[in-house]
């Protein structure tokens, strides 16, 4: 078990204003540890997203955003427990491949 934890993300903007794209890659090498005595490390993950959008009007904007393209099952949070067992419920999932637009608007 490595005493390193990293978490980062990184986007890169292409693009100007009127269109631009951005992909986006999350990475926690290794996970917390799940327990108070720090025996059980939940595993790392990697996820790819990418977001894009396009001015439309003055003041409006359409948007695309694609999150977990991979559709990556991880563990993304834990809650506190002294001991873990293997049918302890303290794990909670990273969020599942998800596709959402819309417009927004400024005023």
């Known amino acids: 078990m490595s005493d390193i934890r990293l978490s980062r993300a990184w986007t890169a903007e292409i693009g100007a204003d009127t269109l631009h794209v951005a992909p986006n890659l999350e990475w926690v090498s290794d996970g917390p540890l799940a327990d108070n005595r720090n025996q059980v490390c939940t595993p790392g993950y990697a996820l790819i997203e990418i977001t894009g959008g ?14 977990n ?3 990556k099952k991880a563990i993304g949070d834990i809650s506190a427990a002294i001991a873990v067992m293997p049918a302890s419920a ?15 608007a400024r005023f």
Do not use: N, Q, T, W
Not at 54 to 67: L, N, T
Not at 90 to 104: K, M, N
């Open 90 to 104: 303290i794990y909670y999932p990273v969020e599942r491949r998800a596709i959402s637009a819309g417009l927004r």
């Open 69 to 71: 393209i991979a559709g």
């Open 54 to 67: 396009a001015r439309v009007a003055e003041g409006v904007d359409a948007f695309v955003d694609v999150r």
